[in-house]
């Protein structure tokens, strides 16, 4: 029994050296950036970053979507463990698709608080990712996740440079880019384009990624219900759903290119800027680093040189 025990340590001493190993080999300074997306549930990082993830892993940098809740109430037909895991497996799929990383905690959907536990989980994600970019909801917003989602990464923006606030994990050196993704809501301030980007070039690529998500997409996530579904093309017609899904995003990304056209055209010029089809958009944070013009272009290096 002594041995067997003794063998069980050492094994787990050599997984967790491997693990460690691993993790430090990943966040290697590179030269390539490394940017963390929060998002609330399983899908929310996807749609308001997914454009812009796929753009900076084809550059060959380093992008991790993170859902802060496990999504498991978020259907109108099922709901807990099986739900978590059906929805972490959609988000692994996208992620895959995009040529990102993903993670899902396991914090209850509709349960988030901005506790001191949340707040050290937040650091801690940012810190093992050694990030240069942190993206996450604004803390105004309909749903209370997206909202403590929000504040969560407010609070972390000061603490990730912090040696005693969680000194399990290194403090970062620098403090990162923080960003939100954008939203339509008013107060007490409407959503100011930063930072607007072109998705029109991997604009296909998002789309196959979240035909992935089909609790949510396909059969209409928390407030879907059977009338709703029948209007949408079965499992068994996956051209047709891709198409379905495809025509949304058309209306949806179009949307944010035409809302945030003046950013577009600070950014891409004139000529580039108006022709721009779909996009997505952010606002720098007034926490955490406060970029410069010259920086945002090294951050963003999609974005043409000008």
């Known amino acids: 029994m002594i041995v067997r025990q003794i063998l069980s340590t050492a094994f787990l001493l050599i997984v967790t050296s491997n693990l460690l190993l691993a993790q430090d080999a990943q966040n290697k300074d590179d030269g390539k950036l490394r940017i963390i997306c929060f998002g609330a549930?399983?899908?929310?990082?996807?749609?308001?970053?997914?454009?812009?993830?796929?753009?900076?892993?084809?550059m060959g940098h380093h992008v991790k979507l993170v859902s802060v809740t496990n999504g498991d109430i978020g259907h109108w037909q099922m709901a807990g463990g099986a739900l978590a895991k059906r929805r972490t497996a959609e988000s692994a799929l996208v992620a895959k698709r995009l040529g990102v990383s993903s993670e899902v905690l396991d914090i209850h959907d509709g349960e988030l608080m901005p506790t001191l536990e949340n707040r050290r989980t937040i650091v801690r994600l940012i810190r093992d990712w050694n990030a240069d970019i942190v993206i996450a909801h604004r803390p105004w917003d309909y749903h209370?996740?997206?909202?403590?989602?929000g504040v969560l990464v407010q609070d972390a923006a000061f603490m990730v440079t912090v040696p005693y606030f969680c000194p399990d994990t290194p403090p970062l050196k620098k403090n990162p880019l923080f960003l939100y993704s954008s939203d339509r809501f008013q107060r007490p301030y409407p959503f100011k384009a930063d930072i607007a980007v072109s998705i029109d070039s991997v604009f296909e690529k998002k789309v196959d990624a979240l035909t992935a998500l089909e609790s949510q997409v396909f059969e209409g996530g928390a407030l879907g219900n059977e009338e709703k579904v029948r209007d949408i093309p079965p499992a068994s017609q996956p051209e047709l759903r891709r198409e379905w899904l495809k025509g949304h995003w058309q209306r949806r990304a179009g949307r944010e290119a035409n809302t945030?056209?003046?950013?577009?055209?600070?950014?891409?010029?004139?000529?580039?800027?108006?022709?721009v089809k779909y996009a997505e958009a952010f606002e720098i944070c007034e926490y955490g680093h406060q970029p410069s013009h010259e920086e945002i272009l090294k951050l963003f290096p999609f974005l043409p040189k000008k």
């Open 144 to 149: 209370p996740d997206h909202r403590y989602t």
């Open 260 to 275: 945030y056209r003046d950013a577009l055209i600070e950014w891409y010029g004139e000529e580039a800027g108006k022709a």
């Open 41 to 58: 549930h399983p899908d929310d990082a996807e749609y308001k970053s997914g454009g812009a993830a796929a753009l900076w892993a084809e």
